[in-house]
């Protein structure tokens, strides 16, 4: 079982930031496929932001320019900087993870990580 912590959770008001955190194991963290998802209430599965294996970083469109995510390899660390925050980001965050496919491929879909952690709440108000 893959263990995948988060924390950085919280409340912030609209315009606020948050920076959420997600420690992985060593071997998850340097050869895994690597995300941020989030699901909303009543909503599907999302993708935040999406790290390839060798480096690429997809963010979704609803963050692109508000949100950043950085690592952290001395401490297995993946962040997720999140500015200019809004109330449609209210949403349950979670850490995932994946084995690459052939070539080092990850999937494109939010619900088709393998691994994920245990969710960690995040609440904008207006």
């Known amino acids: 079982q893959v263990q995948l912590t988060e924390s950085g959770g919280g409340s912030v008001q609209s315009g606020g930031s948050l920076i959420l955190s997600c420690v992985a194991p060593?071997?998850?963290?340097?050869?895994?496929?690597l995300g941020w998802v989030r699901q909303a209430a009543g909503k599907d599965i999302e993708s935040v932001v999406a790290?390839?294996?060798?480096?690429?970083?997809t963010y979704g469109d609803s963050v692109k320019g508000r949100f950043t995510v950085s690592r952290d390899n001395a401490k297995n660390t993946l962040y997720l900087q999140m500015n200019s925050m809004k109330p449609e980001d209210t949403a349950i965050y979670y850490c995932a993870a994946d084995e690459p496919g052939s070539g080092d491929s990850c999937s494109d879909r939010a619900d088709e990580y393998a691994h994920w952690g245990q969710g960690t709440q995040v609440t904008v108000s207006s």
């Open positions: 790290i390839e294996t060798k480096g690429a970083i």
């Open positions: 060593r071997d998850i963290y340097s050869r895994y496929c």
